[in-house]
């Protein structure tokens, strides 16, 4: 069943909190009690989240984790993304990928172009590349392994990447509005501070569907970011982009540069 952009940003926060009151989830998106009940109804009969008296949590795992259910989410927007960014991308770069889904797209991507150096911490684009015998030079941190995500972290995570000045630091955050980019995850937030001012080039990958959402931490103002690549975006957003560009990924659109 398709969901609406509003139950898949109440499942991404439920991902994050684990349970939320029906109150709480109205006010965050602005309706009704009643509409979020039945937004939940659709995601309970899903058997996705239960329901508690004044209140919804995500069910336990049945199936697979909650990154592999967001590998499997707006595939067709990830993937038109992850081109129009691979094709920005120059050759023998050195490319420093985060841990998100829309990354490991843009690493399937990249498999089979000229060697480049890629930094990352996600034993996920490290499996991709490897796989498929590509001819590229990976580099991973050493760090403790998250294997809900299969992502490397820890404090001596970022200090071994902070010796390394990249082309390009490639990520995608939790939430965009017109304040910056968030995100919840603590380390996540702290890791892209991070690498921000290494690289040459800052790329942020965001579908249409990240923009509105809520985010807990603030990881950095549209000022930081040199590109945006995103099949849509607010114009109070696109008019922040002041020192780099924007990539739309349908070509009928055009690219605006700041």
């Known amino acids: 069943m398709t969901r609406t952009a509003r139950q898949q940003q109440i499942l991404a926060l439920l ?57 499997r989410e707006a595939t067709e927007a990830k993937t038109a993304i992850a081109a129009r960014a691979a094709s920005h991308i120059r050759e023998g770069a050195t490319v420093l990928l985060d841990n998100s889904t829309t990354a490991c797209f843009l690493a399937r991507e990249l498999v089979h172009r000229e060697p480049m150096t890629i930094l990352t911490i996600s034993l996920e684009i490290a499996q991709i590349l ?23 972290s820890g404090a001596g995570t970022i200090e071994f990447l902070s010796h390394f000045t990249p082309s390009y630091f490639v990520t995608s955050m939790v939430a965009g509005s017109a304040r910056g980019c968030y995100d919840f995850d603590l380390f996540e937030a702290e890791f892209k501070r991070a690498m921000i001012p290494l690289a040459d080039e800052t790329i942020v990958l965001l579908d249409s569907s990240k923009f509105g959402k809520s985010g807990l931490i603030h ?29 739309l990924t349908d070509p009928a659109a055009g690219e605006a540069k700041a």
């Not at 029906?22 to 965050?28: D, G, P, R, S, V």
Request: hydrophobic share 35%; glycine share 6%.
């Open 219 to 247: 990881v950095c103002d549209w000022s930081q970011v040199d590109v945006l690549v995103t099949d849509g975006a607010p114009n109070e957003i696109l008019e922040q982009i002041e020192h780099g560009h924007l990539l």
């Open 15 to 71: 991902e994050d909190r684990r349970k939320a009151a029906i109150t709480y989830l109205a006010e965050q998106f602005d309706v009704s009690d009643e509409t979020i009940r039945r937004d939940l109804k659709v995601l309970s009969e899903e058997g996705i989240v239960e329901k508690f008296h004044g209140g919804v949590r995500l069910s336990m795992p049945r199936t697979e984790p909650p990154f592999e259910r967001r590998l």
């Open 130 to 152: 490897s796989a498929a015998d590509s001819p590229h030079r990976v580099i991973l941190p050493g760090g403790e392994l998250r294997s809900a995500d299969r992502t490397i």
